[in-house]
């Protein structure tokens, strides 16, 4: 019997090491299934985007048409009705800057939100793209169902971008939670780089900590100048997005590595994110995305308000005196915020690291790495 239990022990011992290794390999790490699982759901339901058929329609092409006989590159700006009181509240902080609210543009991407902004201001180009049904049939998709909608929404963006780029139009893609703390179209950015297919804002601040990730896009503003070459690399950014778990910038980011795309990135003093708001405020972004500083239950527009950002009284007119101090404003908000990250030292294996990297063009600047960070979301 102690014979039989010698042998059986090992065996045991051999299957149970096999058992955690198959474990590890297949079950381990969920998120590569839940990954499969995602890029299985999006794209089958990218097929019920209704963008094809809107994008050959009547009034789309009516949209696009107005937008090339515009002047100046117009200020693409994507909407629901979720979001609407801070398109308001945007529009609103643009009106007291000369020739700024001229150039805004919108789509919204439901019926109501489309109705009411036509309503409230019918001179502001607008155009729909219902992404209602979409979403109404999201909900029967259990896992990672709010990445998932927030995916689709960011693929529709870069459709239209391919879309109006193909048409030959140079334009923006802004937000509705930007802060404009000056007059941006004084910087005349479009002219200091002539040659760029898109000008972009990058993530982070001015500070050491974000020294790595200079060129990642943050794409919440950025300039596209219509050809078929930005065609070509937003219908290349779509296809990527179907292979990694990525958000539309950070695969931008990405191409912009690549020779045949040129791309300049806005210094943090004219375009930031919510990441200027972490430093002393040396000085102030010409705008401000406020993508963060959200407090637990607060809406967007409670968050504006609490950094002393609503443009608008509570009759809902627009207030001039909230614009002027803007530069002031951003200087005090959400004090909190500073030094929030503190600065890690890089050993020196990571400093050697990077410069072989760079040196033997593997992945220079983290690019390829930029479009994996999302994995850790599922």
Request: charged share 20%; net charge positive; proline share 4%.
């Given at each position: 019997?102690?014979?039989y239990?010698?042998?059986?022990?090992?065996s045991?011992?051999n299957?149970?090491?096999?058992?955690?290794?198959?474990?590890?390999?297949?079950?381990?790490?969920?998120?590569?299934?839940?990954?499969k699982?995602?890029?299985?759901?999006?794209?089958?339901?990218?097929?019920e985007?209704?963008f094809?058929?809107?994008?050959?329609?009547?009034?789309?092409?009516?949209?696009?048409?107005n937008?090339?006989?515009?002047?100046?590159?117009?200020?693409v700006?994507?909407f629901?009705?979720?979001?609407?009181d801070?398109?308001?509240?945007?529009?609103?902080?643009?009106?007291?800057i000369?020739?700024?609210?001229s150039?805004?543009?919108?789509?919204?991407?439901?019926k109501?939100?489309?109705?009411?902004?036509?309503?409230?201001?019918?001179?502001i180009?607008?155009?729909?793209?219902?992404?209602?049904?979409?979403?109404?049939?999201?909900?029967?998709?259990g896992?990672n169902?709010?990445?998932?909608?927030?995916?689709?929404?960011?693929?529709?963006?870069?459709?239209?971008?391919?879309s109006?780029a193909?048409?030959?139009?140079?334009f923006?893609?802004?937000q509705?939670?930007?802060?404009?703390t000056?007059?941006?179209?004084?910087?005349n950015?479009e002219?200091?780089?002539?040659?760029?297919?898109?000008?972009?804002?990058?993530?982070g601040?001015?500070s050491?900590?974000?020294?790595r990730?200079?060129?990642?896009?943050?794409?919440a503003?950025?300039?596209?100048?219509?050809?078929?070459?930005t065609?070509?690399?937003?219908?290349?950014?779509e296809?990527?997005?179907?292979?990694?778990?990525?958000?539309?910038s950070s695969i931008?980011?990405?191409f912009?590595?690549?020779?045949?795309y040129?791309?300049?990135?806005?210094?943090h003093?004219?375009?930031?994110?919510s990441?200027?708001?972490?430093?002393?405020?040396?000085?102030?972004?010409?705008?401000?995305?406020?993508?963060?500083e959200?407090?637990?239950?607060?809406?967007?527009?409670?968050?504006?308000?609490r950094g002393?950002?609503?443009?608008?009284?509570?009759?809902?007119?627009?207030?001039?005196?909230?614009?002027?101090?803007a530069?002031?404003?951003?200087?005090?908000a959400?004090?909190?915020?500073i030094?929030?990250?503190?600065?890690?030292?890089?050993?020196?294996?990571?400093?050697?690291?990077?410069?072989?990297?760079?040196?033997?063009?593997?992945?220079?600047l983290?690019?390829?790495?930029?479009m994996?960070?999302?994995y850790?979301?599922?």
């Amino acid at each position: 019997m102690g014979k039989y239990c010698k042998i059986l022990v090992p065996s045991l011992k051999n299957i149970f090491i096999c058992v955690l290794i198959i474990k590890y390999l297949y079950l381990g790490d969920k998120r590569i299934f839940r990954r499969k699982t995602y890029l299985h759901n999006l794209l089958s339901y990218s097929k019920e985007v209704p963008f094809e058929t809107v994008n050959a329609g009547v009034e789309f092409n009516s949209f696009a048409d107005n937008l090339k006989k515009m002047p100046e590159a117009p200020y693409v700006i994507m909407f629901d009705s979720s979001n609407i009181d801070v398109l308001y509240n945007h529009i609103c902080n643009l009106k007291f800057i000369p020739n700024a609210l001229s150039r805004v543009v919108t789509i919204a991407f439901d019926k109501d939100a489309h109705l009411n902004l036509q309503d409230k201001y019918p001179h502001i180009p607008n155009t729909l793209i219902d992404l209602a049904p979409l979403k109404e049939s999201l909900k029967s998709v259990g896992e990672n169902h709010g990445y998932l909608t927030y995916s689709l929404v960011l693929m529709v963006r870069v459709k239209i971008c391919a879309s109006l780029a193909q048409r030959g139009i140079n334009f923006w893609i802004s937000q509705q939670d930007t802060i404009w703390t000056e007059n941006f179209q004084m910087l005349n950015i479009e002219d200091m780089y002539p040659e760029a297919h898109l000008i972009m804002d990058k993530i982070g601040n001015e500070s050491p900590y974000y020294d790595r990730l200079r060129m990642w896009a943050c794409g919440a503003t950025f300039f596209v100048r219509g050809s078929p070459t930005t065609y070509q690399y937003f219908k290349q950014v779509e296809s990527y997005m179907f292979t990694y778990q990525s958000p539309d910038s950070s695969i931008m980011t990405y191409f912009c590595g690549h020779s045949g795309y040129k791309c300049e990135f806005l210094p943090h003093s004219v375009a930031s994110s919510s990441n200027y708001f972490e430093t002393t405020r040396e000085y102030v972004p010409a705008l401000i995305q406020l993508d963060g500083e959200k407090k637990y239950k607060e809406t967007k527009m409670d968050t504006l308000t609490r950094g002393k950002f609503n443009f608008q009284f509570k009759n809902g007119t627009c207030n001039v005196d909230v614009y002027r101090n803007a530069k002031e404003n951003a200087k005090t908000a959400y004090l909190e915020a500073i030094g929030r990250w503190p600065i890690i030292p890089e050993t020196r294996f990571v400093q050697i690291q990077y410069f072989l990297k760079t040196l033997f063009n593997v992945d220079p600047l983290n690019r390829k790495a930029f479009m994996k960070y999302h994995y850790v979301l599922m």
